[in-house]
């Protein structure tokens, strides 16, 4: 079984938070920390994991916030 995933990503007018396969960002906003914090109140609610892309989409961080996982794991 596949787990549920959030994505903080680039957009051109800013950063948006967007479900895995989704087409539409779930949400759009000016700053990757607003885009953060907005991701993971919506990942915590559906307990999915909340997957954190840089610049250059190169993938930053990982939030587990489904049950029986770490809660975090960061990437260089």
Same mark, same amino acid.
């Given at each position: 079984?596949? @787990?549920? *995933? &959030? &994505?903080?990503? #680039? ?28 991701? &993971?109140?919506?990942? *915590? @609610? *559906? ?7 840089? %610049?250059?989409? @190169?993938? *930053?961080?990982?939030?587990? &916030?489904?049950?029986?996982? #770490?809660?975090? %794991?960061?990437? %260089?």
């Amino acid at each position: 079984m596949s @787990r549920k *995933q &959030h &994505h903080v990503v #680039p957009s051109n007018d800013g950063w948006s938070v967007k479900k895995a396969g989704a087409t539409r960002a779930s949400v759009n906003t000016n700053t990757k920390a607003e885009a953060v914090r907005i991701g &993971h109140v919506i990942s *915590q @609610r *559906q307990g999915s994991d909340l997957i954190i892309h840089g %610049k250059t989409g @190169r993938i *930053q961080c990982v939030d587990r &916030h489904g049950s029986g996982s #770490p809660s975090t %794991k960061r990437t %260089k």
